[in-house]
């Protein structure tokens, strides 16, 4: 284990947050976030926890989709984006 990381607090990035990152940091190498058809799973919940905020997919360019998924399902074709809370 990594002492450097140990006392960091991880949550995944929220969805408004992966909407405007890459736009507002075009230098990164996220600037082509949304230019893809990933679909990652967002910090937000719904319904209580069972429902959790996801989305993706580029057919209209940046970021086409925002939905919600049973938060107990898998999802074999996304990701997610953890941020560190410094």
Known sequence: QDKRFSSLTWRLERGIEGNVISQLYPHMLRKNNGQTNTWVWYEEYFEGRSGRVGGGDSDCGGLAS?????????????SFCPLAVL
């Open 66 to 78: 925002f939905l919600g998924r049973w938060s107990g399902n898998r999802w074999s074709f996304g």
